[in-house]
């Protein structure tokens, strides 16, 4: 798979930046408190990430999007923002079973 290239933070929508920063005041601590742990993965250990299914199952549940689609679709613009990664920085955000980490753990 080749790299995952982000654009530059300038360059980011001023939508998904204010989708970030709300994101980032009011729901970030409360989401760390309840899905990112230490995992294993690939014979590999992470210390305070999450899958991408567990964020947006949590989405879903705390009413913050309707939908699985829309939870993978917050996800997206969160990277964008970097306000999550992929564990290795080479992927974009996924429903699925991949770690990813909140940039400032």
Request: overall charge positive; hydrophobic content about 30%.
């Amino acid at each position: 798979m080749p790299p995952f290239n982000l654009k530059p933070l300038d360059q980011v929508s001023p939508e998904t930046i204010k989708v970030c920063r709300k994101f980032d005041e009011k729901y970030k601590s409360r989401c760390i408190e309840s899905i990112v742990s230490s995992q294993r993965f690939h014979h590999k250990f992470y210390l305070n990430v999450f899958k991408g299914t567990e964020f947006v199952s949590w989405l879903v549940k705390k009413k913050l999007v309707r939908n699985r689609k829309q939870g993978e679709e917050l996800g997206k613009r969160l990277v964008e923002g970097r306000i999550i990664s992929h564990v290795s920085k080479k992927r974009d955000f996924y429903d699925s079973f991949h770690l990813y980490k909140f940039e400032s753990l």
